[in-house]
């Protein structure tokens, strides 16, 4: 038991200090002579997690657990990002060399076409060339031609003017007449040659 009064027990009124007295003391009710009684202590309620008692170890060991959930989280995060950043670059490799491959077929393809259009080209000059050397031959056969019809016509012309029919064969036609015409056109058409062998001859450089 403690040695403090108890706080219900009456007190006994204390004689004032020395002083001069007004009036005699009065003896005080029992009510108003007991002090404030003092509420017990009582310890604040825990809440959460600070009203469960954990051990160290068991701390220890729940850190543990939960760096390595985190870890192997962040790991797995890692893991699917480096993933994807691989998987975008082998697209991105994959689509570059795709177009690369387009772009060496478009060229090869317009290198052929022009391959292709060289030689119809030189085909076509070809066929133009050989068009025009044959016109050009056809054309030379042709003057050749009208060359050889005009000597022939001046040839004509010039032993007709200069036959002289034989006596008696001016209105009978014999035969006689007829080899006479024929001797003097040879002997003519053998002059007539000479001639132009000798104008070709001279006329020559």
Request: glycine share 2%.
């Amino acid at each position: 038991m403690s040695d403090k009064p108890s706080d219900a027990a009456p007190t006994e009124p204390q004689p004032a200090d020395a002083g001069p007295r007004t009036e005699p003391a009065k003896p005080l009710p029992v009510a108003a002579a007991t002090p404030f009684k003092r509420m017990p202590y009582v310890p604040k309620r825990k809440r959460g997690w600070e009203a469960i008692s954990v051990p160290l170890p068991l701390q220890f060991a729940i850190a543990v657990i939960l760096g390595v959930l985190i870890a192997t989280a962040i790991a797995a995060a890692y893991v699917k990002w480096n993933a994807r950043v691989t998987a975008e670059a082998n697209a991105r490799a994959t689509q570059e060399e795709i177009e690369r491959i387009g772009r060496e077929r478009q060229e090869q393809f317009e290198a052929e076409q022009r391959a292709v259009a060289e030689r119809q080209r030189v085909a076509a000059d070809e066929e133009r060339a050989r068009i025009e050397r044959v016109r050009e031959e056809q054309r030379l056969a042709e003057e050749a031609r009208r060359a050889t019809l005009s000597d022939t016509e001046r040839m004509e012309q010039a032993f007709a003017a200069s036959y002289r029919k034989p006596p008696g064969c001016a209105e009978a036609g014999t035969l006689e007449c007829a080899n006479h015409y024929i001797r003097a056109k040879r002997v003519f058409e053998a002059q007539y040659a000479r001639e132009q062998a000798r104008q070709r001859a001279a006329s020559a450089p």
